[in-house]
């Protein structure tokens, strides 16, 4: 029986290397990618304390995170799509476009 | 037996996200990117739940990556996909994120006493079925789960929109040449 302890410990720190992706990658895709990696470190923490306490609710959120995540990567690459047709770069402190 | 498996699957991960992070090439991240997300299906089995392993590598190594290795491939990324960490950023955010992982490892280190207060888990008797799950979907949260499917209809239309060639560009290429590139 493995502690739910190592599997948070796990998750806490695929977490953080996916925050570091966000904050300090310029580059859009690998920006999603690490937005990814922190949404199934999410997933990994509702799945331990599903099985610790015996509930299959867990699981059930853990469906409708990744549901969601599905959408959200099909609007993202549409967006993405979109804006290098307008927009030659994919850098994010050069999409400035909000800023007005 | 079941602690190394934990150890070598949670390992790999770790070290396949950090290169999800550091590679330099989008293209190397996805591939990165898809043996983090197996290793992470395997570990959904060492805790009881092979359903969500199975739908893991269906929609995300399945599906989501293969869409982004498309769109990676699809979109000419020469010059501007290799450019690495943020000009300005690199610092504060590095700052910010230590902080980050330095709270979020103390608030677990300090999450014992709330362990022992809510009681340690039992032993696991008998594996939690498929069936048992699919009848909670479908019973309980039957309402959510059809909203999940209108939000993915949506998703489906809005992406097909967003990523349809604008016509006005397309009327300004076959007429004369439109300026730029804003609207």
């Not at chain 1, 966000?22 to 949404?39: C, F, K, P, T, Y």
Request: aromatic letters at 8%; glycine letters at 6%.
């Amino acid at each position: 029986m493995i502690p739910t302890f190592w599997y948070l410990i796990l998750a806490a720190t695929l977490f953080v290397i996916g925050a570091a992706g966000v904050l300090l990658r310029r580059n859009v895709l690998i920006v999603l990618m690490s937005l990814e990696l922190m949404l199934n470190s999410v997933t990994i923490n509702l799945l331990a304390f599903g099985h610790v306490l015996q509930d299959l609710r867990g699981q059930i959120i853990a469906i409708f995170v990744i549901a969601i995540t599905a959408a959200e990567v099909a609007v993202a690459l549409g967006i993405l799509v979109a804006l290098l047709r307008n927009k030659h770069t994919l850098e994010v402190d050069e999409l400035t476009i909000l800023k007005g | 037996m079941e602690r190394e498996f934990f150890l070598l699957l949670s390992g790999v991960a770790t070290i396949s996200a950090l290169l999800v992070v550091l590679a330099r090439n989008p293209v190397h991240s996805a591939l990165a990117l898809v043996a983090c997300l197996v290793q992470i299906a395997a570990l959904y089995v060492l805790l009881g739940a092979p359903f969500l392993a199975v739908i893991q590598i269906f929609v995300y190594v399945g599906a989501v990556m293969v869409l982004f290795l498309f769109v990676i491939m699809m979109l000419d990324v020469r010059k501007e996909a290799q450019a690495r960490y943020l000009r300005n950023a690199a610092f504060p955010g590095l700052i910010v994120l230590a902080l980050l992982a330095a709270e979020l490892f103390t608030l677990l280190m300090q999450s014992t006493r709330l362990h022992a207060a809510l009681g340690a888990g039992q032993p696991i008797t008998e594996q939690p079925s498929v069936e048992a799950l699919s009848l909670l979907l479908f019973q309980d949260f039957l309402l959510p789960f059809e909203v999940a499917s209108v939000i993915l209809l949506v998703a489906l239309i809005g992406a097909v929109v967003l990523a349809r060639p604008d016509e006005a560009t397309a009327a300004g290429k076959t007429g004369k040449p439109h300026s730029g590139g804003r609207r």
